[in-house]
Every structure is written in C-alpha cells, then in structure tokens.
C-alpha cells in the first residue's frame, strides 16, 4: 500500500518521505506549491500540489480525498499539528480508501493536549511539569504568576508556538505580542523543569507491543531555553524509560509513532511533550538505521517489520538553521563545529540532495522575509496604480 505524506514543504515530512521511500513504499508527496522540497525528492513517485491545511482546511481535506479516491488505498500520513487537526474534523468524510496511521481520537487527544499529561504519567511512574494556571492570554495578562514558568499553548495547535521560558513579566508580554498571541487564546503555565533533554521516539504495534525504539540525548537546543535540539547524539535506549513510555502510550488507547521529550532532573524523568508525527531530528534515527517511518507504515498495515536491533551509539544530528541563528545572536562557534562523517543533518541526506538545497533556500528566504517585516520595510512599498 502506498504513502501519501502532506506538507513536503516541511523538513520533517520530507525526512519521513525519505524514511518510507528508503523501505520500499511507494510514496505520493503533498505541498502548497511546486517549491516544497519533497516534491523533488528522489523517492517520491507523485506529486500534488494544493492548500495545506493552515490556508484551507476544507481543501486540504478535499485534496486528500481526491488523491485517495484515485491512487488508493492509501495510508496518509500528516506532518503538522494542524493537519492532524484538519483531518480529525473530517475524518467522518474520508473515502475508504483512507486509512490514518492512528487510533481513535480520543486517544490522539489524550497525548496531544498537555493540560491531561500530568495525571496520566504519574499512573506510570513518571512524571509531567506542574500544572501552575491554565487560562486565556487575556485573563493571563491580567494575573501574576510565580517565575521562572513556561507557557504553551494548552491545545495542540496555538498561535503562541512552542514553549517559552518566561522569566520576567516584560518577556511574558513580548513572548505573546511577538507573536500576536489573540486575547482568547488558552494558555498553559506550568513549572520550568530543567535539565538534559532525551528525545525518545517508539512505535508501539495495535497491540501495543514496542515495534521499534530509538534515543537521542540533546547536547544543545536553539533558544538555549526551551527551544528545539540543536546538537544531540544517538544513545543507547533506556530500558526502564522504554517501557514507562510505552506503558503511558498503551494507557491512552495510542498505537504508531510517537516522539517524547523527557527532561532528565533530580525529580526523574519529566515528559514534557508528544509528538503522533514525522519530527525534526528524525534523520538521526534513520542515519543509524532505524526507519521508524517504515515500521509505522508495517504496523498500520500489517506488513512485515524488521525485529528490534541495536544500532549505533556516538552518532550526531545538526540543525544548522539553529546554528545559524545562534551565530547570528552572539554564539558563532556554534557554526564552526564539524559535523561527524557517520552524522545526519536536519535537511541534507547524501543520496536525496535536491530537497536540501530547496529546503535551505525556503528558510533563507522566510529569515529575510521575517527581517524585512520586523523593520516595518515590507509597509514602505508604492501603492499599486
């Protein structure tokens, strides 16, 4: 059966299509224009180029259908939260030539919203960051809360992003109004747990038996505080954490692909978020072997999976475009760190090389797009006429 993998415009959809093509699965590659790099990637079979989700839900949607109505059955696998969301709505609607690559929603809905972690990982043995407020950014400007704390936005999908690490009430307002974050937003304040960052990554079968396993330790993340994994090494898994994860997964009803951020402090192992989907350092998992993509491809439809092996500890990943934002914020030895031969990048694969140069290429040109609009350049322009 073959793949359909929207938002190719993306670096981790691209490393999923890359994943999958590796396996031996025929894949259809979805992107907003004729620009996205997994369009061009030498693995995909088929192109199509329609609204993402974020622009047109309903079109999106429609897309999907279409395709699968034509080429189906196919297993569709989004990369976004909010095409999870865009299909979720409209799951009711899908031809049954769709098949997604997860269990029912409640279970996607009890491990995508974090304000339910809490309870659920303390029946495990493990732990989640003190729920501190959960209230709109109205009701938040508005109160006082203990610092340091982080803030996310309390449902899957925000305007505020990914978590911030606030430290002051000045930070907390430029964090919401550099993002012009709406006053009825709900936001989520919790503790700031601090300390290593592992990146542990299952795919759990429908008997949610663990059909694969990956772990990665972070060296670095970009913002140096709460931001993403800048540098991080392949790690030999944790057999306790493994089967806590996999247990919290089995507890919420969830089977396929999940990637888990723990935070390794005095207080134990704290997850502090779950992604159902392709993520950005997954090409460090598959530059040691392990195709997560393709054992969540067996697992959805029942095809045969490789059995649990060990793989390469030492191995690096390196998202340059943190690199480059570091260096561009007065941290430039980050730059002149050298990539390890066996090491995997967060868009360049040696045998794919096409994606890589338009995925740089679309950040250079969003990082100037986003300079010009900070300096109010884009307003200066003649009125048309």
Not at 64 to 88: F, K, N, Q, T
Not at 230 to 247: C, G, I, K, Q
Request: hydrophobic share 45%.
């Amino acid at each position: 059966m073959d793949a359909l993998v929207t938002d190719v415009q993306l670096a981790p959809a691209v490393a999923g299509v890359r994943g999958l093509g590796r396996g031996g699965i025929g894949v259809i590659a979805l992107g907003p224009d004729r620009s996205a790099a997994g369009l061009w990637s030498r693995y995909t079979r088929q192109r199509e180029v329609g609204p993402d989700a974020v622009a047109s839900p309903e079109a999106y949607v429609d897309l999907i259908a279409r395709v699968a109505r034509e080429r189906g059955p196919l297993v569709v696998y989004p990369s976004r939260e909010e095409s999870i969301d865009a299909i979720v709505e409209h799951l009711a609607e899908m031809p049954p030539e769709v098949m997604f690559p997860f269990p029912t929603n409640d279970a996607l809905r009890k491990i995508r919203e974090k304000p339910g972690l809490e309870a659920l990982t303390a029946e495990v043995g493990l732990r989640s960051p003190a729920a501190i407020a959960e209230a709109t950014v109205a009701e938040l400007l508005e109160s006082s809360i203990p610092l340091p704390s982080v803030i996310k936005p309390a449902a899957p999908v925000g305007r505020l992003g990914s978590a911030k690490v606030i430290e002051t009430e000045e930070e907390l307002r430029a964090a919401l109004e550099w993002r012009e974050v709406p006053p009825e937003e709900r936001v989520l304040v919790q503790e700031h747990a601090s300390g290593p960052l592992i990146s542990l990554e299952l795919v759990l079968d429908r008997d949610g038996q663990v059909a694969a396993q990956f772990q990665g330790l972070a060296r670095e993340t970009w913002p140096p505080k709460a931001g993403s994994i800048n540098y991080a090494v392949s790690v030999e898994p944790d057999p306790e954490l493994v089967e806590r994860a996999a247990e919290f997964l089995r507890r919420a009803g969830y089977w396929g692909l999940a990637q888990l951020d723990f935070v390794d402090d005095a207080r134990g192992k704290t997850l502090i978020d779950v992604n159902p989907r392709f993520y950005a350092c997954l090409p460090l998992a598959l530059a040691c072997g392990v195709n997560l993509p393709m054992v969540w491809h067996a697992v959805v439809t029942g095809g045969p999976r490789p059995p649990l092996r060990p793989y390469p500890t030492g191995v690096t990943y390196r998202w340059l475009k943190g690199d480059l934002a570091a260096a561009a914020q007065g941290l430039p030895r980050r730059l002149l760190r050298r990539r390890m031969p066996s090491g995997a990048g967060s868009m360049w694969a040696s045998d794919d090389p096409m994606p890589a140069l338009l995925l740089s290429s679309r950040a250079v040109t969003r990082r100037f797009r986003g300079r010009r609009a900070r300096l109010g350049l884009d307003n200066d322009r003649p009125a048309a006429g």
